[in-house]
């Protein structure tokens, strides 16, 4: 069995009449990435900060690192880190002061300090710029160094909230490749983002807040499979062609203009074979073919009515 980095079973948060978290349960296995992803307002962000200690449910119980939330506060935020939507870096200071002082923060040696220091700074290609200071940091390095001065600590689960908002594609892949290195030394990440993709890419799991409720939890390929509107696309060379396979795949959806037909589809191997020998049989000649498959965004309209995610997964 899957150890659990955190366990939550019933949270509940109201602000007097607004129910804002309904009773959730959440299950995040250690070493992996969880994702939750909803519109404004579904209930994310107090989630987090339940988690993280920083506020108290009204009901329920939660365990992170094994830890109880409500009895042994101070273990658990000894083994988690947070890492906002904001760099928290302090721009007066250099990127290499940045991490010392976290090191004494954390009342770290002299010796062991300067060897995390170093070593971070190694880690996020940080070690030529790490005597500028952060104010003149690109988006990107203010991030890279944001998540490292939370990495001093040695967390064992990070919540990291939105990290790529606002960076560049290049910047935002290095993050991705970061967050992955982190997961294969075992640390457990709580990941929200405004942007579908990155779930996609990073999430081992996923879990979809509405309303203050989950409405859906799997891997993104099963969240994917739960929606409709899988299609295989085929292009013809001539209105003719078009006409004749229309007539054979009844279900189909043509497209005169462009001399297409859409074909409901679950996108599997056996399908398509199946589709194609159809045409075959007929001496229907295809000039091109494409499948396409659901994709979170698709999920996201689905289970909560929103088109994409908003600015803010607050």
Do not use: C
């Not at 962000?45 to 690192?65: C, E, F, Q, S, W």
């Not at 594609?169 to 990440?189: F, H, K, N, Q």
């Not at 799997?218 to 994917?224: C, F, M, N, R």
């Not at 013809?236 to 859409?262: G, I, K, Q, Y």
């Amino acid at each position: 069995m899957t150890e659990l980095a955190i366990m939550a079973s019933g949270l509940r948060k109201a602000y007097q009449d607004k129910v804002v978290l309904d009773g959730i349960d959440l299950n995040v296995g250690a070493g992996t990435v969880f994702s939750l992803l909803g519109p404004n307002g579904a209930g994310k962000t107090t989630t987090v900060n339940i988690l993280n200690t920083l506020l108290k449910p009204d009901a329920g119980t939660a365990r992170v690192a094994g830890h109880d939330i409500a009895s042994e506060t101070k273990a658990v935020r000894a083994a988690i880190g947070v890492t906002g939507q904001f760099a928290s870096v302090d721009d007066l200071l250099t990127g290499e002061e940045n991490l010392r002082l976290m090191a004494d923060l954390n009342h770290l040696g002299t010796g062991e300090g300067k060897r995390i220091v170093d070593e971070l700074l190694n880690r996020f290609e940080l070690a030529d710029s790490a005597r500028k200071t952060a104010s003149t940091y690109s988006g990107g390095m203010r991030r890279k160094l944001d998540l490292a001065m939370t990495l001093v600590s040695r967390p064992r689960i990070i919540f990291l909230d939105e990290p790529t908002t606002g960076l560049d594609p290049r910047s935002r892949r290095t993050m991705w490749t970061i967050v992955r290195e982190l997961v294969a030394d075992g640390i457990t990440i709580f990941l929200t983002t405004q942007y579908l993709d990155e779930a996609d890419q990073l999430a081992d799991r996923i879990a979809v807040l509405d309303h203050g409720k989950l409405v859906a939890e799997g891997t993104p390929d099963e969240l994917k499979r739960q929606i409709s509107g899988g299609h295989v696309r085929l292009r013809f060379p001539d209105a003719a062609r078009l006409v004749a396979a229309a007539r054979v795949l009844t279900d189909a959806t043509p497209d005169e203009e462009n001399l297409t037909l859409r074909v409901p589809s679950d996108g599997g191997l056996k399908s398509l074979r199946t589709l194609l020998d159809r045409l075959d049989e007929y001496a229907i000649d295809v000039e091109e073919f494409s499948v396409h498959m659901p994709d979170l965004d698709d999920v996201f309209l689905a289970l909560t009515g929103h088109a994409s995610m908003e600015a803010s997964t607050r």
